[in-house]
């Protein structure tokens, strides 16, 4: 009982964390977001073409966290929410150190985020799930595929930032 009740405490917690931040860029929840702003910050970032990139992070956060927070679809949720808090990490944040503060958005948030989602994705949704509710059984492959699909579109993300990355300036 321990064991998945801290299991729908990560769930819960990750999942509905990364899930309002996909609310967000849909305009759902906060002020302002929208999948076009998004698209405008990737771009500027390297994040090309930041439409495509910005439609993705969307539904990875959005669809994958509530996934997560439902216990819904065994590792697909927290694997697509792992893989996407490792790209918000590395392109995002990790430029700027671990702390956040002082108008600066360190790594010290995302990283964990994302080793919660993938600790769920390893260990499952736990008895108290949507999967649990509706009998829900997934092949022993899906886990290993579905981690190395995320572990794909990370590897993509991350060398389309690479190619188009704004050149930093000779100091």
Known sequence: MNVDLAILVLRVV???VV???????LGWVGKGGSIAGVAGWFNGMG???GIFWALVATL???GGGTLMVLGLGGPIGP???AGDMVVVSIVAHWSQGFWAGGGKVGWEFPVPLAAAA???ALIGPGAWSADRLLGLVYPD????????LMLVGVVLALAARAMFAPKQAAS
């Open 118 to 120: 993938f600790a769920v």
């Open 19 to 25: 899930a309002m931040h996909g609310f967000l860029k």
């Open 60 to 62: 990875a956060e959005a």
């Open 47 to 49: 994040l090309r073409p």
């Open 141 to 148: 492959w899906l886990l290993g595929a579905w981690l190395v």
């Open 14 to 16: 990750v999942g509905g």
């Open 79 to 81: 694997g697509v929410v």
